[in-house]
């Protein structure tokens, strides 16, 4: 019903009573949401059954007669017969009525209406449910059929504001998901989501049936043989007219399919074994991430469709022996120099958080083997410098800012064009920082407004080796720069005005490639090969941040956190919080692939207030959320300076760690490169982390020390860095509850 209670509509016309129009019909009525429904089908035995069944109020064959006083008209015809029936009701369809539909093809249905009117009417709403069953004609009608099921809808720039409203609260109020978007992208999605799908499950049935022994193959046939074609028990009648109506998507993604499958046929008459195990893994990969998005479970759903709120309490000690995920920053680079590498290359710690699986995705998708992950465990079949094959679309990278920069600099070399998109988050972060320079080696790169995503670059541009100080300190473009070196003529230069961290320097010796390093310069000479090797991912130090805080701030503390990276350019927060009077020690020193690591243990001890030395800034450019937390929680007063960079983060995090700080009650004053906070007692409120995940861990842990709740919103991304934090947190002794919301 309407707010006020009243039905949305009067009444509803549904012209075609089948299954999707009976259902339609029933859960409107069962809800309320509409007074009367009025049947109309030139089949006098739907009408009957439909009004036996209590599903609608009236019937009508004709369809001028049925719309008369309408103020929705619903068509759930076969596609083909749009066009007959909206010539019929031309005439006498009510002035003010909404006219929807519930075909496949969004396309074919707009062209019959402007062909029929003249134009598209503003009150015209196309629309296609996502649901169906085996079961068919109005004795199937389910009032259920769409609960948790998405309907598209595709207005069109005349399409009136109000009426779209209407439509999208009566799919609402039936249970479905309702999405928008283009006319043509719907119809290039179902060509390939569901109607080629379709079109190869009738003609494999067939192609076996007509086979002489046809009898034996579908009586031996197992599950999944059955499963595949069970939808070519479809009405034949229906599928012909979609195929037709949407003929030019449909043999586009025809055209794509029969390609990739004469390239299976070739490779199998090869004997090409890496070839299919290239595609079956890439495959399998895909399913699992499909299979994660209808849980809900994956980050790219998450983010369009959930709402992630954390409600954390004051927590006891924080004790116990953990280890955090594998350091993100060395995940990416991992799957990015195996990729490129020449032979197999192990990983093992690798971090499975959704930016990293969108890194590794990415790589796939450009022709690369790689199995797993598996308990962070990671083997991808190298392919070489110029090994890569084009992507048949752009390349998603999440919420990583570090992939997308990075990948920037890989691919101004290839031979191909490729797009670099990401999440809505990651639009907003400045791109023109590594477009400029590689602009300079002779890449030709495109980007939206501002220099921030997408990115487009163009490919076969002969690059050249360049001598670059970097304006800002800043390893991924640092990174970017000496990965489009790899692909240059002559030697690229990079010199930043402070250390940053230098995991690509580290992990490209490692690979074999040569980078000579003097100082504050990083030097690679374009023209070398990469050798596949072992990598050993150290627990990021970034993730275990938000632990050590929690421990150092938390009266009785005593917490040991294994196996974590402690590269030289990464350990400004140790040294920042030990300046502080932090308990932080360090055992078992040793190496991992290259990368120094330990053990930290971390107890509790009283804090005072400090002025951040700016040389230890760019070593803990990402741990200041936390570091903040631990400002809020010392004695006197925390002062940083030279930290501009904070503020192009995943959010301006110099102002949304103040205003969130202020809203506990911790004084703060904000300056245009850094942030004085006053330490002291604060206590609860509601905390808004603006998507970013470091802000939200942030005040999880600063939640330890209040007076009252803390509730963070938006804290969906977490799932970038850090899955599983909340168990792991609460394992440790924080308490922190999550809860999702969908929207």
């Not at 402007?114 to 389910?142: M, N, Q, T, Y």
């Not at 001890?605 to 936390?626: N, T, Y």
């Not at 939640?703 to 804290?715: F, M």
């Not at 909340?726 to 924080?734: E, I, P, S, T």
Request: proline share 5%; aromatic share 4%.
């Amino acid at each position: 019903m309407a707010a006020s209670g009243a039905p949305l509509f009067q009444r509803m016309v549904v012209i075609g009573l089948g299954l999707i129009g009976g259902s339609l019909a029933r859960a409107a009525k069962a809800r309320g949401l509409v007074a009367s429904v009025v049947g109309c089908d030139e089949r006098p035995g739907p009408l009957e059954e439909g009004r036996r069944l209590g599903l609608i109020d009236e019937s009508e064959t004709e369809a001028a007669r049925a719309v008369q006083g309408a103020d929705l008209v619903v068509l759930a015809v076969p596609v083909r017969a749009n066009r007959a029936v909206l010539t019929q009701i031309r005439d006498a369809l009510p002035e003010g009525a909404v006219l929807t539909d519930v075909g496949s093809v969004k396309g074919g249905f707009v062209a019959d209406v402007r062909g029929v009117f003249g134009e598209l009417p503003a009150r015209v709403v196309p629309g296609h449910p996502i649901a169906g069953s085996e079961k068919s004609g109005v004795g199937a009608a389910d009032p259920d059929l769409f609960r948790e099921h998405k309907v598209i809808l595709t207005p069109e720039p005349e399409t009136d504001a109000g009426a779209l409203e209407k439509v999208c609260r009566l799919w609402s109020a039936c249970g479905a998901e309702v999405l928008t978007m283009s006319v043509a992208r719907h119809d290039e999605v179902l060509a390939a989501t569901s109607h080629l799908p379709h079109l190869i499950a009738f003609s494999l049935v067939d192609t076996l049936a007509g086979e002489d022994d046809s009898q034996d193959i579908f009586r031996y046939a197992a599950g999944g043989f059955r499963d595949f074609t069970r939808i070519a028990a479809s009405d034949p009648v229906m599928w012909r007219d979609i195929f037709l109506a949407n003929r030019e998507a449909v043999l586009e993604a025809l055209r794509h399919f029969r390609g990739d499958l004469d390239q299976l046929g070739a490779a199998i008459e090869a004997g090409d074994g890496q070839r299919l195990q290239q595609v079956f893994t890439r495959a399998k990969a895909a399913r699992e991430h499909f299979s994660r998005i209808l849980s809900g479970e994956a980050y790219l759903n998450t983010m369009n469709d959930q709402t992630v709120t954390y409600t954390a309490r004051p927590g006891g000690p924080v004790q116990g022996d953990i280890r955090v995920p594998g350091d993100k920053s060395m995940s990416h680079r991992a799957i990015m120099l195996g990729a490129l590498a020449e032979g197999i290359t192990d990983v093992s710690g690798f971090l499975e958080g959704e930016d990293s699986l969108a890194t590794l995705q990415a790589f796939r998708d450009m022709g690369v083997t790689i199995e797993g992950p598996d308990a962070g465990f990671v083997r991808i079949h190298g392919v070489g410098l110029n090994g890569l094959q084009p992507p048949h679309g752009s390349l998603y990278v999440g919420n990583s800012g570090t992939a997308m920069r990075l990948f920037a600099g890989l691919l101004a070399g290839q031979r191909f064009d490729t797009e670099l998109t990401g999440d809505a988050s990651l639009t907003r972060r400045p791109m023109a920082r590594v477009a400029d320079p590689l602009r300079l080696m002779g890449a030709h790169i495109d980007t939206a407004e501002g220099g921030r995503p997408p990115l487009r670059i163009a490919g076969g541009q002969p690059l050249k080796g360049i001598d670059y100080e970097l304006p800002v300190a800043s390893a991924q473009v640092k990174s970017c720069l000496l990965l489009a070196g790899l692909y240059a003529e002559g030697e690229t230069v990079v010199t930043e005005p402070a250390p940053t961290r230098d995991h690509t320097e580290r992990m490209l010796k490692g690979f074999g490639y040569p980078v000579v390093q003097d100082g504050p310069t990083a030097r690679v000479t374009g023209g070398g090969r990469l050798g596949a090797c072992s990598i050993d991912v150290p627990a990021d130090i970034s993730s275990a941040t938000f632990f050590i805080v929690a421990a150092a701030i938390t009266p009785d503390s005593d917490l040991w956190l294994r196996h974590v990276g402690v590269n030289p350019t990464r350990i400004g927060v140790i040294n920042i919080l030990r300046a502080m009077g932090a308990a932080i020690e360090l055992h078992n020193e040793r190496e991992a692939g290259g990368e120094p690591v330990a053990d930290l243990r971390v107890r509790h001890a009283p804090l005072k207030g400090i002025r951040i030395p700016e040389d230890q800034v760019p070593l803990a450019i990402d741990e200041f959320p936390a570091i903040f937390v631990a400002a809020a929680n010392a004695e006197g007063s925390t002062e940083l300076t030279g930290a501009a960079e904070l503020r192009v983060k995943e959010s301006d995090r110099i102002q949304v760690m103040a205003d969130g700080l202020d809203a506990l009650g911790v004084v703060s004053e904000v300056r245009e490169d850094g942030i004085l906070i006053q330490g002291g007692a604060y206590g609860g409120g509601r905390i808004n982390s603006h998507g970013d995940h470091r802000i939200a861990m942030a005040f999880a842990v600063a939640a330890l020390r209040t007076s009252g709740p803390v509730i963070i919103d938006d804290c969906a991304n977490v799932a970038t860095s850090f899955p599983g934090f909340v168990a792991l947190a609460n394992q440790v002794g924080l308490t922190v509850e999550s809860s999702e919301e969908t929207q």
